[in-house]
């Protein structure tokens, strides 16, 4: 398995001077992901949880919806040297799964920083959930809210040594913690935690708040719709395509989520405020 932080020698500047010393950095590696043995997608990633980054993807690409859907998900070895470098992962769908349609429209490579690079088109990422969480009556305290970011920021172990990862957590409106993840792309972690989930049952996510470590884009806010999650925070800013499809989906999108300061900029009614936490 690869490491997720690797270290190199740095020289240091600082208005006292210079030296040199060892440094940590976020690992990131690609991974190529298969399906029924043909390749689907590559994504550079920080090594670790690798079947739940698959499972989460294949979600919230709309190739599955249920656990059970998947069969086996497996390593396989390099098709140059035959040497396992733990890059590429092999899902096999359970009998009577279809597999997913890979065309020219439907480029799937991406990147660290992007979720959606390379697709055809906007309307191509414009999926049907299969659990839509409009519906939803969740709600949750604004007060409690405002404790998330802390949590999460707690959980951040690799960020702590090298202050380069992302990182995104689910939660429930009671505030009982479901997952944290870490990755160098920010949708890679939303999708190890969605795969968490997935792989535990817990999906649809009813009354929960996904919380993501920096600015709430489009392709988050498809994943939160893909999971059936109803309120999407983040603690920097929104994206105008997040805002308009979250309010599309009946999504609770909360921005600038810091202590007990917040904007909420889509279905408000589920954020109570004046309600204090537990």
């Known amino acids: 398995m690869g490491r997720v932080t690797v270290r190199r020698p740095v020289l240091r500047l600082s208005p006292t001077g210079s ?32 079947v739940e980054l698959a499972h989460g993807f294949l979600l919230t690409e709309g190739v599955i919806g249920d656990r059970a859907d998947v069969g086996t998900a497996r390593y396989c070895a390099g098709a140059e040297d035959g040497v396992n470098t733990y890059n590429l992962l092999d899902v096999a769908l359970a009998p009577g799964v279809a597999p997913p349609e890979v065309g020219v429209a439907r480029n799937f490579y991406t990147t660290s920083s992007c979720g959606v690079c390379g697709k055809a088109a906007l309307d191509a990422v414009r999926l049907t959930t299969r659990y839509p969480p409009a519906d939803d009556r969740a709600e949750v305290s604004a007060a409690l809210l405002g404790t998330l970011p802390d949590r999460l920021r707690a959980r951040q172990r690799v960020f702590e040594s090298t202050g380069g990862l992302h990182a995104a957590g689910l939660f429930t409106t009671d505030g009982e913690e479901i997952a944290v993840r870490e990755d160098v792309g920010r949708h890679n972690a939303v999708d190890k935690v969605i795969g968490a989930a997935l792989l535990a049952g817990r999906v649809p996510l009813a009354a929960t708040v996904l919380l993501v470590s920096g600015r709430a884009s489009f392709e988050l806010a498809q994943k939160a719709a893909m999971a059936g999650v109803p309120i999407l925070a983040a603690v920097s800013a929104p994206s105008s395509l997040a805002a308009d499809l979250a309010d599309a989906q009946g999504i609770t999108l909360v921005g600038f989520l810091r202590g007990d300061t917040m904007n909420v900029y889509t279905r408000p009614e589920r954020v109570l405020v004046g309600t204090a936490v537990g």
Do not use: F, K, Q, Y
């Not at 976020?26 to 550079?44: F, I, K, Q």
């Open 19 to 50: 030296r040199s010393r060892s440094d940590a950095l976020a690992a990131e590696e690609p991974l190529e992901l298969r399906v029924n043995g043909a390749s689907l997608a590559v994504t550079m990633r920080t090594p670790g949880h690798d």
